[in-house]
DNA sequence: AACGCGTGGTT
DNA sequence: TAACCAAGCGT
């Protein structure tokens, strides 16, 4: 393999074993206290790492608390409802994480009585399980010395092996996974993958590094030269798309809002929404009738009360909230309907909607 | 391979 | 403030 190669010329002045003694002693030292660090159990382990994806530490510690009060283990999230999943779910973005989650837990209660695959092939197999996930949970839960490459780890050694490859292309992930697994300690496989991340996420920070701080400093070729800010080489990704909406609160007579189930595929699925009107090719005037013919009610509204911004990774909603009232008309909609205020609460919303709930008379 | 998929913190 | 970034995965 090309790798291979590549990979033997890249550490073929490196110190192996100083490298994983001085992380390990840094780890088991520095470690934050973190609540998916109570004990090895996979499921928790899984939960967190899943929880984890592009998404920071002090975000997802309460979710996990929560998640883990409400489903503590795998039979409980496997019975639950999929609404009460993702509304434990809610405001934590990439809402199909959740409900991969439970589509790989109910397999791991069907296939393998409950308990976490502990070997490659299984754990790659399950659904939203990847290459970086499946290491995770075999390191650090089963304590086998498999490659756990996330954006951390990718950073980390471009900066300390000097190694220029663009960590936004694909490929380049499989020579960070052959680099670790030529690093790994087989002692402490748990202690060197988390240690990485560890490193990544308060040391060898993208911006700002703290390198004398880093026990790897000595070892750190990106430092020698002072081209640590340089590293890792990363293109850049094309901005987001906006997008204009009308964000309609509707109220009907009986004082009950009128909300929506999105399609159960694509962005936010299976999530709640008040009803929006795309604004590409419309005017208000124009909205108002397409309304009617998509929902079958006659409403009337004022002018816009605000602008609510909801940020993609690849668009912006930009959505001109409008305070409507039901004039006429019969709903007549697949997937929307009239709820009291009180029960709004069961259903899950993005977060840019939830911001439209004040607007709700009470 | 390239893109779709959320949200909030930092700079 | 807009861009960048955070323990990625599915298609």
Redo the contacts with the bound molecule.
């Keep these: 393999m090309k790798n291979q190669e590549r990979v033997k010329d890249i550490l073929s002045d490196f110190n192996k074993t100083q490298f994983q003694n001085s992380l390990i002693e840094w780890f088991k030292k520095e470690q934050?206290i973190?609540p998916?660090?109570e004990n090895q159990d996979p499921y928790r382990v899984w939960v967190?790492?899943i929880m984890?994806?592009?998404?920071?530490?002090?975000?997802v510690i309460p979710y996990f608390n929560h998640f883990m009060e409400k489903f503590p283990d795998p039979k409980s999230l496997a019975e639950a409802d999929e609404q009460e999943v993702l509304k434990a779910w809610?405001?934590?973005?990439?809402?199909?994480?959740a409900r991969?989650l439970q589509t790989a837990v109910k397999e791991v209660v069907a296939d393998y009585d409950g308990v976490v695959p502990d070997n490659p092939k299984d754990l790659g197999e399950?659904?939203?399980?990847?290459?970086?996930?499946?290491g995770?949970i075999l390191s650090i839960a089963y304590d086998t010395p498999e490659p756990a490459v996330?954006?951390?780890v990718m950073?980390v050694l471009s900066r300390i092996l000097h190694v220029e490859d663009d960590i936004a292309?694909?490929?380049t992930r499989k020579v960070f996974e052959q680099l670790v697994r030529e690093l790994i300690s087989e002692e402490d496989p748990s202690s060197f993958n988390?240690g990485m991340?560890?490193l990544?996420?308060l040391i060898c920070?993208?911006?700002?590094p703290s390198c004398l701080l880093c026990p790897i400093q000595d070892q750190c070729r990106a430092f020698e030269q002072g081209i640590e800010t340089e590293l890792p080489v990363?293109t850049?990704?094309?901005?987001q798309k906006k997008v204009p909406y009308l964000l309609l609160v509707i109220e009907n007579d009986a004082g009950e809002v009128l909300i929506e189930q999105r399609p159960s595929q694509?962005?936010?699925?299976s999530?709640w929404q008040y009803p929006m009107v795309a604004l590409e090719d419309l005017d208000h005037e124009a909205a108002k009738h397409w309304f009617y013919g998509e929902y079958g009610l006659k409403i009337e509204w004022g002018e816009p009360v605000e602008q609510i911004k909801?940020?993609?990774?690849?668009?912006i909603w930009e959505m001109e909230v409008v305070i409507a009232r039901v004039v006429g008309g019969q709903l007549d909609h697949e997937r929307a309907q009239f709820v009291t205020p009180q029960e709004m609460s069961a259903y899950p919303f993005?977060?840019?909607h939830q911001k439209a709930h004040k607007y709700i008379s009470q």
């Design positions: 934050r973190l998916w660090r967190s790492e984890l994806q592009q998404t920071r530490v002090d975000t809610e405001g934590l973005g990439y809402y199909s994480r991969n399950l659904k939203g399980v990847g290459p970086y996930t499946k995770a996330d954006g951390n950073r292309k694909p490929s988390q991340m560890e990544g996420a920070t993208p911006k700002n990363k850049s990704k094309k901005k694509g962005l936010l699925a999530l909801h940020v993609f990774s690849h668009l993005p977060v840019s």
